[in-house]
């Protein structure tokens, strides 16, 4: 089965600067990739998701690259703000033809801090 | 509208007892999941239906498990005979299962098995 790993486990950053979340996965015919955001004792929130014929996908300051070759992505959030303050999440999942089915396989988390 | 809801959203239960969680998913959608997800960790996949139709419960860790979705909209997770290691959120997600990929959680249940 599909297996994702997540790192780092924690990012500290200060307040302006930039934080990039990297994961790799190992099946490559997984073809769909979201960040969920999770604050705490919160539901997880869906970020951003790119699938697997787009290299880079931005919104505002959220932005995520893959790298199909190297079964890797990564989580690039600029100008960070104390809200984004959370547990971030990447996953991996196969779609099959028009439909939504397609189990989420998730990284282990990235808990980041944004300082003021 | 209303997203995903869960109850109850906590649960203490002793050991040997039997648990129902509920999920009531967007109203619609055809797709539903059933994620595990332990204290610091992501979540786990458990099982998915398409409407009534349970089509994986591949993740279901034990026979002590069981869920049930009989008319397409409510969902019912089950846990015979709770262990320790059953402690954990359980949380559900639902989608529209046309042409749109992205999974809405809910709130999530914390079962608590003392």
């Known amino acids: 089965g599909e297996n994702v790993e997540q790192h780092p486990s924690t990012l500290s950053v200060q307040e302006g600067d930039s934080a990039v979340i990297k994961c790799t996965y190992s099946d490559s015919a997984s073809n769909y990739f979201p960040w969920y955001k999770q604050e705490l004792g919160k539901r997880p929130q869906l970020i951003i998701d790119?699938?697997?014929?787009?290299g880079e996908k931005k919104d505002q300051r959220i932005a995520v690259t893959l790298n199909k070759t190297a079964k890797h992505f990564s989580l690039h959030i600029t100008e960070t703000q104390p809200e984004d303050s959370a547990v971030y999440f990447c996953a991996a999942s196969m779609i099959f033809g028009g439909t939504s089915y397609g189990k989420l396989t998730f990284g282990q988390g990235t808990i980041l801090t944004v300082h003021p | 509208g209303a997203g995903v809801s869960q109850s109850p959203r906590y649960k203490v239960a002793k050991r040997g007892q039997d648990v129902a969680l509920r999920c009531d998913p967007i109203?619609?959608?055809?797709?539903l999941f059933w994620y595990q997800q332990a204290l610091g960790q992501g979540p786990e996949f458990l099982t998915y239906?398409?409407?009534?139709?349970?089509?994986?419960k591949s993740g279901l860790p034990s026979d002590r498990f069981f869920a049930e979705r009989p008319e397409g909209s409510v969902s019912t997770l089950k846990i015979q005979r709770t262990q320790q290691e059953d402690s954990a959120v359980y949380l559900c997600?639902?989608?529209?299962?046309?042409?749109?990929?992205?999974?809405?959680f809910g709130p999530g249940t914390r079962l608590t098995v003392t």
């Open positions: 790119i699938r697997s014929n787009v």
């Open positions: 109203s619609g959608h055809v797709s």
């Open positions: 997600a639902s989608s529209t299962g046309r042409h749109s990929y992205e999974q809405y």
């Open positions: 239906f398409q409407n009534e139709a349970q089509l994986d």
